[in-house]
């Protein structure tokens, strides 16, 4: 503002003030404080009438200050009148503005030059004193924002407020700067004042709300308009115009913090959504994991175990993935929100990170043990094959053998036999009573495998239990008969006699050898089951004991044979006719000899099946030491590079880029290693197709060292991730790398156990050496550091504590400034104001989220910023 003594020229001049400047100021100020008094709803005629009692005087004092005067005087005596000039020009005074030979008296007596003089005082005061450009006063601020506005347009030169305006240039110009679409500039010729003046004064009027304060008449026809009026008038533009600047700044800076509260919601709905369906995916699985009901065939239990392998190599890889970038995600996110000022983020109940984990960790506390019981059900149910094929064998050939005993010993042919015919069935009742009991061990066999199929729980069971039955009971049937019979033939024996002693020899000898030969030829068609070398060996050894026995057992073939060759010597020289068969057996030689052949066909078929075995039992040893051979490789490798991982986190050495750079190349030479990892999930594989379930050459599985592999995938991820987020808070918080790198020089030094973080003790060591002190003072930064009390402090919140007092962010506070400027200085805003300087997406998001205003000043749809503001920092329940 102009100092006192200016002013008092100023009031000097207007008592000599020139009629034609007089018109024009008094037109101008007439205007201007038609355009305050509006507001109130009402407005004045004649600038030295209207305001001689006071009323209208404090009145507009009132609508431009925004401020309460004290209460006027509304007697019509002319010191009422005097009272309420004189309140007015201490409200003035009160401004910090020198009233020089103005006086009450004067305005209550009409004195135009006075009432101007004063009305020039108060716009001074309130319309032009605030401006400000360059740190320089009002006049030469608002000269200098005119100048620079109409700096572009070569046609006009502002130098002062009279004749630099005459030509109407400089107004066209102003608003065609601000508001280029409401004037054709091209078309306005700096001969036609009069156009050009008119033009601008009601562009001004109709569209920038700034009333007519002055006749382009008279400014043409003055040699030096007056420079008050000029003043007054330009100074109605520069606020119409720095109103929508101010505006612009406001709106930049919501639209900033905006657009960074809805990246961040953003983020939260990303990993609510992945968190969800992450867990969703877990919970789906879990119950595959924990269902432990058998099959009932060995190939819908191996097709159970490859729908496994398909989980551990096909969908859990991905989803181990998934939940080391939600952690990641989630760590971002909350660092992004400290360094905006924002309150951390706290996912809806039930998917915290914790919550994730923990189900993680129900997963695979599912999946331990899962196919371990596959394989051994694998086993169980191909024993149980093998029994079931071998109870069906031997079941077969009992069957077989007993068809037809019970007619046979039900017959009455020794009621009308001979003696000698009596003699001979109670022998051949003899040879078949030997034969029932060889046949003995072979119904115990049956019984024990139907027994041991029933503790297994083999499904076919019922068949099983009742095919057995049905022979257990045929074989007490044929007891009963077998005594039976031969109670009848002791009984008729005594009355027959003659029998051939040498058929009955051969009967007693053939009936054991052909059981023998039976026998043999079931054993060398036995099946057999083994898992390693040794036991295949056992097997091969066996059946060399076995052969050794063959020439015995062939002596005894010929010496049966020698009989019947001896029962026809006998019969040829005592010139007996034989009739049939021997009469005490069915075994014939013809029969003997051909079970013998039979045998000895047999014994090569099981010669080579063995050899078979054992060259598959070599092959899988084989398997095992391929496996064994890369797993003890692939194991010791796994472990240092995890204890690698360990001492890169704690001994970092170089910029955090640098880090990364290393790290991530870490990490790639790692991915690099995943071939061999391929490789020995391959060589397992064909270990558990060839059924095989030890390996006595390592100590390492499969499952230890997938395990193993996907904790050094995400512990290396997870140690990138801090990196990054130190990174991100290194230069958002403005920290050098030399203090970054003293940070981690401390940090370490009092991590004593390098377990990357510090316990509070720890801490407290750390904060002494670097000069903070007092218990108190401890207890407020541990409750900054470690806010949910964990007791332990990581070195990114170390780091944030060590930054967090020199960050420049922005505030609540500047957020509801901005506010305001939209509003109009109101408490309160309009959807329709948000509209008009928001960008619409941002502008509907407010609207969305802010309750409405409920102050004494509310009106209509007006909505509350100042609390959705401080709900932008987490100030507030909203």
């Given at each position: 503002l102009m100092n006192n003594k200016e002013q008092e020229n100023d009031w000097d001049r207007d008592l000599l003030l020139d009629p034609a400047w007089e018109k024009q100021q008094r037109k101008t100020f007439t205007a201007w404080c038609n355009s305050h008094l509006r507001k109130a709803g009402t407005q004045i005629e004649n600038i030295e009438e209207d305001f001689r009692d006071g009323l209208k005087l404090m009145l507009l004092l009132e609508v431009i200050s925004g401020e309460r005067l004290p209460k006027p005087e509304r007697g019509k005596m002319r010191v009422h009148k005097i009272n309420n000039v004189n309140k007015a020009l201490d409200y003035i005074a009160g401004k910090g503005v020198k009233l020089v030979s103005i006086g009450a008296e004067e305005i209550v007596d009409g004195n135009a030059k006075m009432t101007l003089g004063m009305i020039w005082t108060i716009i001074l005061r309130f319309a032009i004193q605030d401006i400000s450009v360059e740190e320089t006063s009002a006049k030469e601020g608002l000269l200098l924002w005119c100048q620079r506005k109409?700096?572009?347009?070569?046609?006009?030169?502002?130098?002062?407020?009279?004749?630099?305006?005459?030509?109407?240039?400089?107004f066209n110009a102003l608003i065609h700067r601000h508001r280029p679409e409401l004037i054709d500039y091209d078309k306005l010729r700096k001969d036609d004042p009069l156009t050009n003046l008119n033009n601008a004064f009601e562009v001004a009027e109709k569209y920038l709300d700034i009333?007519?304060?002055?006749?382009?008449?008279?400014?043409?026809?003055?040699?030096?308009?007056?420079?008050?009026?000029?003043?007054?008038?330009?100074?109605?533009?520069?606020?119409?115009?720095?109103?929508?600047?101010?505006?612009?700044?406001?709106?930049?800076?919501?639209?900033?913090?905006?657009?960074?509260?809805?990246?961040?919601?953003?983020?939260?709905?990303?990993?609510?959504?992945?968190?969800?369906?992450?867990?969703?995916?877990?919970?789906?699985?879990?119950?595959?994991?924990?269902?432990?009901?058998?099959?009932?065939?060995?190939?819908?239990?191996?097709?159970?175990?490859?729908?496994?392998?398909?989980?551990?190599?096909?969908?859990?890889?991905?989803?181990?993935?998934?939940?080391?970038?939600?952690?990641?995600?989630?760590?971002?996110?909350?660092?992004?929100?400290?360094?905006?000022?924002?309150?951390?983020?706290?996912?809806?109940?039930?998917?915290?990170?914790?919550?994730?984990?923990?189900?993680?960790?129900?997963?695979?506390?599912?999946?331990?043990?899962?196919?371990?019981?596959?394989?051994?059900?694998i086993r169980r149910l191909e024993r149980l094959d093998h029994l079931a094929e071998k109870f069906r064998q031997k079941a077969t050939i009992h069957e077989s053998w007993t068809d037809g005993k019970e007619?046979?010993?039900?017959?009455?042919?020794?009621?009308?036999?001979?003696?000698?015919?009596?003699?001979?069935?109670?022998?051949?009742?003899?040879?078949?009573?030997?034969?029932?009991?060889?046949?003995?061990?072979?119904?115990?066999?049956?019984?024990?495998?139907?027994?041991?199929?029933?503790?297994?729980?083999?499904?076919?069971?019922?068949?099983?239990?009742?095919?057995?039955?049905?022979?257990?009971?045929?074989?007490?049937?044929?007891?009963?008969?077998t005594q039976s019979r031969r109670e009848s033939l002791e009984r008729t024996e005594k009355q027959l006699e003659s029998i051939d002693e040498l058929y009955l020899e051969y009967a007693k000898r053939a009936a054991p050898f052909n059981n023998w030969m039976e026998g043999a030829m079931e054993d060398l068609q036995d099946m057999f089951i083994v898992h390693n070398i040794e036991e295949i060996q056992g097997l091969i050894t066996a059946?060399?004991?076995?052969?050794?026995?063959?020439?015995?057992?062939?002596?005894?073939?010929?010496?049966?044979?020698?009989?019947?060759?001896?029962?026809?010597?006998?019969?040829?020289?005592?010139?007996?006719?034989?009739?049939?068969?021997?009469?005490?057996?069915?075994?014939?030689?013809?029969?003997?000899?051909?079970?013998?052949?039979?045998?000895?066909?047999?014994?090569?078929?099981?010669?080579?099946?063995?050899?078979?075995?054992?060259?598959?039992?070599?092959?899988?040893?084989?398997?095992?030491?391929?496996?064994?051979?890369?797993?003890?490789?692939?194991?010791?490798?796994?472990?240092?590079?995890?204890?690698?991982?360990?001492?890169?986190?704690?001994?970092?050495?170089?910029?955090?880029?640098?880090?990364?750079?290393?790290?991530?190349?870490?990490?790639?030479?790692?991915?690099?290693?995943?071939?061999?990892?391929?490789?020995?999930?391959?060589?397992?594989?064909?270990?558990?197709?060839?059924?095989?379930?030890?390996?006595?050459?390592?100590?390492?599985?499969?499952?230890?060292?997938?395990?193993?592999?996907?904790?050094?995938?995400?512990?290396?991820?997870?140690?990138?991730?801090?990196?990054?987020?130190?990174?991100?808070?290194?230069?958002?918080?403005?920290?050098?790398?030399?203090?970054?790198?003293?940070?981690?020089?401390?940090?370490?030094?009092f991590d004593k156990d390098h377990s990357g973080g510090l316990m509070a003790e720890e801490f407290k060591a750390c904060l002494i050496s670097l000069g903070y002190d007092g218990d108190a003072e401890f207890a407020r930064i541990m409750g900054i550091v470690d806010p949910n009390n964990s007791g332990v402090v990581t070195f990114q919140a170390f780091i944030d504590f060590m930054s967090r007092e020199t960050t420049d962010t922005d505030t609540a506070d500047q957020v509801i400034a901005s506010f305001k400027i939209l509003a109009a200085d109101k408490n309160f805003i309009m959807a329709e104001e948000l509209r008009r300087?928001?960008?619409?997406?941002?502008?509907?998001?407010?609207?969305?989220?802010?309750?409405?205003?409920?102050?004494?000043?509310?009106?209509?749809?007006?909505?509350?910023y100042m609390s959705f503001s401080t709900a932008l920092y987490g100030e507030s329940d909203l």
């Amino acid at each position: 503002l102009m100092n006192n003594k200016e002013q008092e020229n100023d009031w000097d001049r207007d008592l000599l003030l020139d009629p034609a400047w007089e018109k024009q100021q008094r037109k101008t100020f007439t205007a201007w404080c038609n355009s305050h008094l509006r507001k109130a709803g009402t407005q004045i005629e004649n600038i030295e009438e209207d305001f001689r009692d006071g009323l209208k005087l404090m009145l507009l004092l009132e609508v431009i200050s925004g401020e309460r005067l004290p209460k006027p005087e509304r007697g019509k005596m002319r010191v009422h009148k005097i009272n309420n000039v004189n309140k007015a020009l201490d409200y003035i005074a009160g401004k910090g503005v020198k009233l020089v030979s103005i006086g009450a008296e004067e305005i209550v007596d009409g004195n135009a030059k006075m009432t101007l003089g004063m009305i020039w005082t108060i716009i001074l005061r309130f319309a032009i004193q605030d401006i400000s450009v360059e740190e320089t006063s009002a006049k030469e601020g608002l000269l200098l924002w005119c100048q620079r506005k109409t700096a572009p347009y070569k046609n006009v030169n502002v130098q002062n407020f009279h004749i630099s305006w005459k030509d109407g240039l400089a107004f066209n110009a102003l608003i065609h700067r601000h508001r280029p679409e409401l004037i054709d500039y091209d078309k306005l010729r700096k001969d036609d004042p009069l156009t050009n003046l008119n033009n601008a004064f009601e562009v001004a009027e109709k569209y920038l709300d700034i009333p007519k304060m002055m006749d382009a008449e008279d400014i043409v026809n003055t040699a030096r308009p007056d420079e008050k009026a000029i003043m007054t008038y330009v100074s109605c533009f520069y606020h119409a115009f720095s109103g929508a600047q101010k505006a612009e700044t406001a709106a930049n800076r919501i639209c900033k913090v905006l657009a960074v509260n809805q990246e961040n919601e953003h983020l939260m709905e990303d990993y609510e959504k992945l968190a969800s369906d992450l867990l969703d995916w877990i919970r789906r699985t879990i119950p595959w994991l924990e269902n432990r009901a058998p099959e009932k065939t060995m190939a819908e239990m191996q097709q159970k175990l490859e729908d496994f392998r398909g989980y551990r190599r096909v969908h859990k890889p991905p989803k181990v993935q998934e939940k080391c970038q939600l952690e990641i995600n989630f760590n971002t996110l909350q660092t992004k929100l400290r360094l905006s000022n924002r309150p951390a983020f706290m996912p809806s109940e039930g998917r915290m990170v914790s919550d994730i984990n923990g189900s993680w960790h129900n997963l695979e506390g599912a999946e331990k043990g899962y196919e371990e019981w596959m394989l051994n059900e694998i086993r169980r149910l191909e024993r149980l094959d093998h029994l079931a094929e071998k109870f069906r064998q031997k079941a077969t050939i009992h069957e077989s053998w007993t068809d037809g005993k019970e007619a046979m010993l039900t017959q009455k042919d020794y009621e009308t036999a001979s003696l000698s015919e009596v003699k001979a069935l109670l022998r051949k009742h003899e040879a078949f009573e030997s034969d029932l009991a060889a046949h003995q061990d072979r119904v115990e066999q049956i019984a024990a495998i139907a027994q041991e199929l029933n503790e297994l729980d083999y499904y076919d069971s019922p068949s099983v239990n009742a095919r057995c039955q049905k022979i257990c009971e045929q074989w007490d049937a044929l007891g009963s008969l077998t005594q039976s019979r031969r109670e009848s033939l002791e009984r008729t024996e005594k009355q027959l006699e003659s029998i051939d002693e040498l058929y009955l020899e051969y009967a007693k000898r053939a009936a054991p050898f052909n059981n023998w030969m039976e026998g043999a030829m079931e054993d060398l068609q036995d099946m057999f089951i083994v898992h390693n070398i040794e036991e295949i060996q056992g097997l091969i050894t066996a059946h060399e004991q076995f052969k050794s026995t063959l020439p015995e057992a062939n002596k005894e073939r010929e010496a049966i044979q020698a009989i019947q060759a001896e029962v026809q010597k006998i019969a040829q020289y005592n010139g007996i006719k034989l009739s049939g068969g021997n009469p005490y057996t069915t075994i014939t030689p013809k029969s003997i000899d051909n079970k013998w052949d039979k045998v000895e066909q047999l014994v090569p078929q099981r010669d080579q099946a063995l050899q078979e075995e054992l060259a598959k039992q070599q092959s899988n040893d084989h398997l095992r030491r391929k496996f064994a051979t890369q797993a003890n490789i692939v194991g010791p490798w796994i472990q240092t590079k995890m204890e690698e991982i360990g001492r890169i986190s704690i001994e970092m050495n170089g910029t955090l880029e640098d880090q990364l750079v290393n790290l991530r190349e870490y990490e790639q030479s790692i991915i690099e290693y995943k071939p061999n990892i391929d490789q020995l999930e391959g060589d397992h594989q064909l270990i558990q197709e060839a059924l095989i379930f030890d390996n006595k050459y390592t100590a390492y599985t499969m499952e230890h060292l997938r395990v193993g592999w996907e904790q050094l995938l995400t512990t290396i991820a997870r140690t990138i991730n801090e990196i990054e987020n130190q990174i991100l808070t290194r230069d958002a918080k403005g920290i050098s790398q030399e203090q970054l790198h003293e940070y981690r020089t401390s940090f370490n030094h009092f991590d004593k156990d390098h377990s990357g973080g510090l316990m509070a003790e720890e801490f407290k060591a750390c904060l002494i050496s670097l000069g903070y002190d007092g218990d108190a003072e401890f207890a407020r930064i541990m409750g900054i550091v470690d806010p949910n009390n964990s007791g332990v402090v990581t070195f990114q919140a170390f780091i944030d504590f060590m930054s967090r007092e020199t960050t420049d962010t922005d505030t609540a506070d500047q957020v509801i400034a901005s506010f305001k400027i939209l509003a109009a200085d109101k408490n309160f805003i309009m959807a329709e104001e948000l509209r008009r300087e928001l960008p619409p997406d941002q502008a509907e998001y407010c609207i969305a989220r802010m309750a409405p205003y409920s102050g004494p000043d509310a009106k209509p749809g007006a909505l509350d910023y100042m609390s959705f503001s401080t709900a932008l920092y987490g100030e507030s329940d909203l």
